[in-house]
T-cell receptor, first 114, second 116 residues
């Protein structure tokens, strides 16, 4: 089984919809991350959770709301998004937040906001 | 501030050619880590290598090799005898002590297209 899974893989939503992205890691890791990947821009770190506590929130608009119910699952709740929020959303996990802890990524959710 | 520059936006080669992907980084930290990831069309970033700032030894793994030079702040990646399956976007990334080791700073990526 792949280490980090994400569902759905593709999502199309209107600006007034509410949807959620799900990430699950099967690696026994304690830290999880959300990244946004837009065309022609570097990956942007959005949120970091360690042991279910948020440790980083990179000035992300409130229309993105993360949730980490346990160390294996991470959600990104979406509401009233804008077309510029269309991007690939990548989830990652790592053993912890130490310098030697490598982040492992899921396949991403391709989000299109109409 | 930390920064990673991948000046090559796209590289096209023919199968069996060698290709080098450049990565230049900026950091004031003495302790930092450098990474390469591969992103095939499926979207998932695949971890390739991690190198810490105190280890300048070059590394070889099969057809892949990495050249880390602190003097030029570069961490270049060479694929020998490229194959069509190497076609992907490759990202160089950095994490450093001052910004917190949870923060990976990525370059904009280099798209490699290997033709048969």
């Amino acid at each position: 089984e792949t280490g980090v899974t994400q569902t759905p893989r593709h999502l199309v939503m209107g600006m007034t919809n509410k949807k959620s992205l799900k990430c699950e890691q099967h690696l026994g890791h304690n830290a999880m991350y959300w990244y946004k990947q837009s065309a022609k821009k570097p990956l942007e770190l959005m949120f970091v959770y360690s042991l279910e506590e948020r440790v980083e929130n990179n000035s992300v608009p409130s229309r993105f709301s993360p949730e980490c119910p346990n160390s294996s699952h991470l959600f990104l709740h979406l509401h009233t998004l804008q077309p510029e929020d269309s991007a690939l959303y990548l989830c990652a996990s790592s053993r912890g937040l130490a310098e030697t802890d490598t982040q492992y990524f899921g396949p991403g959710t391709r989000l299109t906001v109409l | 501030a930390q920064k990673v520059t991948q000046a090559q936006t796209e590289i096209s080669v023919v199968e069996k050619e060698d290709v080098t992907l450049d990565c230049v980084y900026e950091t004031r930290d003495t302790t930092y880590y450098l990474f390469w990831y591969k992103q095939p069309p499926s979207g998932e970033l695949v971890f390739l290598i991690r190198r810490n700032s105190f280890d300048e030894q070059n590394e070889i793994s099969g057809r892949y090799s990495w050249n880390f030079q602190k003097s030029t702040s570069s961490f270049n990646f060479t694929i020998t005898a490229s194959q069509v399956v190497d076609s992907a976007v490759y990202f160089c990334a950095l994490k450093a002590e001052n910004t917190g080791f949870q923060k990976l700073v990525f370059g904009t990526g280099t798209r490699l297209l290997v033709s048969p």
